[in-house]
């Protein structure tokens, strides 16, 4: 029942009864209206092995699948943190790889995240998985969803070719290093094919030597030469398998950060990042976060749900019933709100808490303002 990885911020529960949650769930979805506190309390203080026994158990002493059943008492955003929760690890990859395929447009921040940051053993898993959900390749898929070079790396990734060993070659490492500058800085136009022979396939740690090199050919680190010859999403699936490389858990801090910067909140990234590493290095991306950006990944989060609430006018009570706060309703009421508690038990979204000069009070219903703010009992 142990958690997956080692730096994850969801651990196996202590006194696990599998008998106790199922009654709590079953109790959370009795009546009118759904308790989703209690829903949260059970499911995201679990270990994904601990879920998979909650599942297998429900199933036997209620005769329904629980996630038909929390399909069906959920929506919007929420309903997807929690159904995400219920399963396996590379069937959620494959689950967010598939829906980033569904309909018009393509996610290519989906494709991009999973494929660029899973191992080799990851892929080759999630191509299973793919294959039997859908009863259709993983790569056919994707090839008929992207185009071009930025679909030949993705490709390259899915074969999940790249060598797993620790060995590094000083000599193939120069040559790498001046095979990569020659495709790019140094001529006119940029030979892609070249980058992705180098960054797919080698070692991780032959790529560390081949990126200390570069710079000393080029003088400029490969990120920045990336940004230089690419654009769109071929610079984005570049720079994400160099980061990834040389700082995991910071690149997904990157990821957090940008999706809740600006106007609005990237929810899917928002998500899928929460829901993929919090039993895996979720206590890595905090630290780094806190390194590249000055705050707390909870602070961060916590003052982003404030900056939503003070926007959404029609949606508290206090403030100017504004229309066009129905954007922001929606951001608070399926996003932000329901996801901040992923990161264990430092983050939990209390009934009450402040933010600057204002205290707010959060209810399964609604959420409230006050000014200034009450005193703490």
Known sequence: MAAIGQRGAVTEAAGFKVEEDIKRLRDAMKGTGTDEAALIEVLARRTIAQRQLIK?????????????????????????VVLGLLMLAPVYDAHELRTSMKGAGTEEAALIDILASRTTEEVKIINLVY???????LEDDVCGDTSGMFQRVLVSLLTAGRDEGTAVDPALAVQDAKDIFEAGEARWG?????????????????????????????????????????????????????????????????????????????????????????????????????????KTLYSFIKLFLGFCLILAGRHIRGLPQDPAGVMWRRQVEGGVSHVVWLLGNSIILHPAFTIGPWHFTYTQDTFSLLYPPIKKQ
């Open 131 to 137: 294959k039997k959900k859908h009863d259709n390749s």
């Open 56 to 80: 297998e158990q429900y199933k036997q002493q209620v005769g329904k699948s629980l996630a038909d059943d929390l399909d069906s008492e959920l929506s919007g955003n929420f309903q997807k």
């Open 190 to 294: 940029t030979d892609e094919v070249k980058f992705l022979t180098v960054l797919c396939v080698r070692n991780r740690n032959h790529l560390l030597k081949v990126f200390e090199e570069y710079k000393k050919v080029s003088g400029r680190d490969i990120e920045d030469s990336i940004k230089r010859e690419m654009s769109g999403s071929l610079e984005e699936v570049f720079l994400a398998i160099v980061k990834c490389l040389k700082n995991k858990p910071a690149f997904f801090a990157e990821r957090l950060y940008k999706s809740m910067k600006g106007m609005g909140t990237t929810d899917s990234v928002l998500i899928r990042t929460m829901v993929a590493r919090a039993e895996i290095d979720m206590l890595d991306i905090k630290v780094e976060f806190f390194k590249m950006y000055g």
